[in-house]
């Protein structure tokens, strides 16, 4: 299946020069989410990347890292931005381009030696990813590796990731 034929372009989105990649086109295809879950079991059974944990970075990633948990028989567990989680949590500060972020998770999510999978629909940078595999590698997580629908290449975002597995199912 052509995925990309399923990803809507969108010039000068959220600001002019920037061709946002529009997965809401994707998820209204009953055949084309099947086909990315699909895959995403696939290629992470192929690799033979059996997690006890999905972890789903906000918003996206909770898109496709429920079922994917689902489907493998795994937990899910939420990555948020600061202040969406209401149980105390653990937090990674990590750089953007212009400033910093944070990221949070519940306290009582993960145990040390937890195998844990990182997914989100995008990676453009890296940062995001980045910063999770860090947060949940510091809480004594074994990171798997990574699952990715689209992969902006010209980005160069896995080459910050940790030397992991990568699974991206398209790539511009």
Do not use: W
């Amino acid at each position: 299946m052509d995925l990309k034929a399923l990803i809507r372009d969108i010039p000068d989105f959220p600001k002019p020069g920037i061709m946002f990649r529009d997965i809401t086109t994707l998820l209204n295809s009953p055949e084309g989410l099947r086909y990315t879950i699909d895959s995403l079991v696939e290629q992470c059974e192929s690799q033979e990347l059996v997690p006890d944990h999905v972890v789903g970075m906000e918003s996206r990633g909770f898109l496709f890292g429920m079922p994917l948990a689902y489907q493998m028989n795994a937990g899910f567990i939420p990555v948020r931005k600061p202040g969406k989680l209401p149980a105390p949590v653990h937090r990674v500060e990590y750089d953007l381009e212009y400033g910093k972020d944070s990221l949070e998770i519940h306290q009582d999510a993960v145990a040390p030696h937890h195998r844990v999978l990182i997914v989100d629909d995008l990676i453009a940078t890296g940062g995001t990813a980045k910063a999770t595999a860090e947060l949940l590698t510091k809480l004594g997580c074994e990171v798997l590796g990574f699952a990715f629908i689209i992969e902006l290449a010209a980005l160069n975002g896995r080459q910050c990731l940790p030397d992991l597995p990568i699974i991206s199912l398209v790539e511009y």
